[in-house]
């Protein structure tokens, strides 16, 4: 199953690209026999400062045609990384070919998106940066990897 990652805005050179980086190469290589990966980032910009709409539309045309999309929300599930990693696994079990975690802007998802998302997924009730966020996201999807593949990685 691809992984893609469509987010809002541009992340230039620094420490969240180079943990960013690190982290996808991470899950690409441990998921790969694993079934998951490779993952990708789609990155969108409204130039014309359309607000949450126009960056929904930009999301919307990342999107491979017939992608099951997780949008990253606030007002999503909370799930432990056991719990995200078992997402995972049944969507890749049950077929889908191309998952697509979005990441809105600063202010977050157009709640059109997330009305037509399969699945919405919440890092929890704080809020975070959303250039944080591609981290915090590549991270778990690493994490998932190394937890169905029975690495020690995850201590819980």
């Known amino acids: 199953m691809r992984v893609h990652l ?18 996808l190469d991470r899950f690409g290589k441990t998921g790969r ?10 990155e969108v910009e409204d130039k014309r400062g359309g607000g949450r709409a126009a960056e929904a539309t930009l999301l919307a045309r990342s999107v491979p045609r017939g992608s099951l999309i997780c949008a990253m929300d606030e007002r999503g599930q909370k799930l432990s990384s056991p719990e995200f990693a078992n997402l995972l696994a049944r969507y890749r079990d049950h077929g889908t070919k191309d998952m697509v975690f979005m990441i809105g802007g600063a202010d977050g998802l157009d709640p059109s998106l997330c009305e037509t998302a399969g699945v919405r997924v919440s890092f929890g ?17 690493y994490r998932a990897a190394t937890i169905l593949s029975g690495s020690p990685y995850h201590r819980a």
């Open 6 to 23: 469509c987010v809002v805005g541009r992340l230039k050179g620094g420490p969240e690209a180079d943990l960013l980086r690190d982290y």
């Open 33 to 42: 026999v694993l079934g998951l990966g490779p993952a990708s980032v789609h």
């Open 125 to 141: 009730s704080m809020v975070w940066p959303h250039m944080l966020a591609r981290v915090m996201l590549s991270e778990q999807l």
